[in-house]
């Protein structure tokens, strides 16, 4: 008798299959999570260079095609040479030589610029940090004078704190140098392997950036063999939605964070704010962060003028408030738009867990990558509402008391029943 093969037994198995499998890399995520991300953080230390060329090619690649469509083309077009194959390879390549040249100009330019002084602000900061805190403690005594009591708390947390201080300098801090020198050092290996990582991934983003179509089309390639035409297509327009955001986001917030630190660099240097490059840096490079990071660099550059002068320091406030405030309701939107399409509450959201989980790094991540999965749960959602024969329109759910068939009901006496969508 011959055999008739059932393919509901192919998916009961596939399916049990699938489940041990989960359970064992819950198991092991669960009671072995340590090793799991000491592996992890291993294979990420192996590969960083090539992440690292990813991330540049990336970065990299609107400049680029920026150089390659609106001035490399049209000088070719102009000497009335073929484009073919050929002169399209030294198109991309001079495009490629001219990006590398910008981008190394702009960074020489910044760091020469800006790295003198620093290196000058912060020589007079521990040059002048007694001066900084007489004048501090003056300021503070000044303004205790008129209150005994505040100024007896004040004396009375001051003794008990410094010796607090001064215990833990001489039983802790002290036996302890020993191990923080060796953490200094293996923070400079650390440095030194970065650079080299960087230097690796720039070559390898020259590469990348040199054949991106064909990159590009190997991997649609690879998602047509894996998957059907109708998900392939999915999955491509998903990831295509994916760049538009991250691009948008990214490169929208890093104009906008020039543009914020050369406002304050500008506006600083007019009140007479002490150390307005170093205070302008950090809130240009915080700024990038969105939401917390102008808190994030008004706060040391606040008790750093704080030290200075106790006047400036509150017209710095006052100015970082209003620039803010300018940065939130001007110039952020006229630059990134709705890049992310997120409401206020789901950008604090993401920040906060993406910052918990990566640190700095996630808070600036964290607002485009929720911005795509909350897509992507949206699209998930109005898919089956849709095959559910229901409206995918919030606004009929906001008075929605419950539903009767595909009718929106609502049995509070101030609305009356809602028409069936069409």
Request: glycine share 8%.
């Amino acid at each position: 008798m011959k055999y008739r093969w059932d393919k509901k037994y192919l998916y009961w198995g596939m399916t049990a299959f699938g489940v041990i499998i989960a359970s064992i890399c819950f198991y092991y995520v669960l009671f072995h999570g340590i090793s799991l991300r000491n592996g992890l953080r291993t294979a990420a230390g192996i590969a960083m260079p090539i992440i690292d060329g990813l991330a540049l090619a990336y970065l990299m690649c609107p400049i680029v095609n920026f150089v390659e469509d609106n001035l490399i083309f049209p000088l070719f077009k102009k000497a009335k040479f073929d484009i073919n194959k050929k002169s399209k390879k030294i198109v991309r390549f001079v495009s490629i030589i001219i990006t590398v040249f910008i981008v190394f100009t702009f960074i020489y330019g910044f760091f020469s610029m800006v790295i003198p002084q620093l290196i000058t602000s912060i020589q007079n900061i521990i040059q002048q940090f007694p001066v900084y805190l007489d004048n501090l403690s003056q300021w503070l005594g000044t303004i205790l004078s008129d209150n005994p009591n505040l100024e007896g708390i004040a004396i009375q947390l001051f003794n008990q704190y410094s010796g607090e201080v001064e215990h833990w300098l001489n039983q802790s801090f002290l036996p302890q140098l020993n191990g923080m020198l060796m953490s200094v050092s293996l923070s400079v290996l650390g440095f030194l392997k970065s650079v080299w990582n960087l230097i690796l991934g720039f070559i390898i983003a020259i590469y990348l950036l040199s054949s991106k179509e064909l990159f590009t089309g190997q991997c649609k390639k690879i998602i047509y063999a894996i998957f059907e035409t109708k998900t392939a297509n999915f999955f491509i327009q998903d990831i295509r939605f994916t760049h538009k955001t991250f691009s948008g986001f990214l490169g929208g917030k890093i104009i906008d964070s020039i543009i914020i630190g050369i406002l304050c660099f500008i506006c600083t240097n007019f009140i007479g704010t002490p150390y307005a490059l170093l205070v302008s840096v950090i809130v240009g490079i915080t700024n990038v962060i969105p939401f917390f990071g102008p808190y994030l660099g008004a706060i040391p550059s606040s008790i750093l003028i704080l030290m200075v002068d106790p006047l400036q320091c509150l017209y710095f406030i006052i100015f970082i408030l209003i620039l803010q405030q300018f940065d939130g309701n001007f110039l952020g939107p006229k630059i990134l738009g709705n890049s992310t399409g997120m409401s206020a509450f789901w950008v604090i959201f993401s920040i906060t867990i993406f910052g918990g989980l990566f640190g700095i790094f996630g808070m600036f991540i964290g607002v485009p990558t929720f911005a795509v999965l909350l897509a992507a749960f949206k699209a998930i959602c109005n898919q089956q509402l849709r095959k559910k024969g229901l409206s995918t329109d919030t606004n009929k759910y906001l008075a929605l008391d419950v539903m009767n068939g595909k009718e929106y009901v609502n049995l509070s006496s101030f609305s009356e029943k809602e028409e069936e969508p069409k």
